[in-house]
């Protein structure tokens, strides 16, 4: 399933290349799809992978934090490298070593700025609508003081590549004939029903009521 050209010699995918995929859309499904996302760096102390909350505008994947946090200045100090996986299913095969996994993956490269003030608050109305459509009208916004001690990094996504891999086990011709049970065992990540905090007195909105059903 490859497809378009690797936008750059370090996006190129060479183990598994039948399974890479350049498309800007794909790139942009993928990212919608997370909550989270990891992020490779170094420092002093040497190599870093820290996961933390995401979400994409446009051509960007967007990332915040403490305007204190080592990782976020180290960011937009060097390049990085941005990753997110999502497993779909396990797939199992006649033999051991063809066991492999059914997923959908991106790698971004490159180096995050800060966006201004303006961009920032506008930024992070568009993170809540991205955990909860329709939160942000009904919360107190972030203040002054909360903005000041807050960072907002963008990475653009023009340098990346996807893996992704579905169907079944490819056997040897050899192995045809073992009898075990061979195929996918799907997986997937289910919604649970809200939990309404004791707290609470206020009447469940449409999104908090749809939370489970649009898993």
């Not at 903005?147 to 907002?152: E, I, L, N, S």
């Not at 992704?164 to 061979?182: F, N, Q």
């Not at 997937?188 to 009521?209: F, K, L, S, W």
Request: charged residues 20%.
């Amino acid at each position: 399933m490859k497809t378009s050209h690797p936008p750059s010699d370090r996006t190129r995918v060479r183990r598994g290349a039948g399974n890479a995929v350049y498309e800007p859309a794909l790139v942009r499904a993928i990212v919608d799809a997370a909550y989270l996302c990891h992020i490779a760096f170094s420092d002093a102390h040497g190599a870093h992978c820290i996961p933390t909350a995401c979400w994409r505008e446009g051509d960007y994947l967007y990332i915040h934090g403490s305007n204190g946090s080592r990782m976020l200045k180290q960011l937009m100090a060097q390049d990085a490298c941005v990753t997110i996986t999502h497993l779909d299913g396990l797939v199992l095969a006649r033999s051991a070593f063809n066991h492999t996994m059914n997923y959908r993956s991106v790698m971004i490269y490159g180096r995050f700025e800060m966006v201004d003030e303006a961009e920032q608050r506008r930024s992070l109305d568009a993170f809540m609508e991205h955990l909860a459509p329709g939160r942000n009208a009904e919360v107190r916004g972030g203040n002054a003081k909360e903005h000041a001690a807050t960072t907002v990094l963008r990475i653009a996504l023009a340098e990346a590549a996807c893996k992704v891999r579905s169907g079944g086990p490819l056997d040897d011709e050899e192995d045809m004939g073992i009898a075990a049970w061979v195929g996918e065992l799907p997986f997937t990540h289910q919604r649970g029903a809200p939990v309404t905090d004791p707290a609470c007195a206020v009447e469940a909105p449409a999104y908090v009521q749809q939370w489970a059903s649009k898993g």
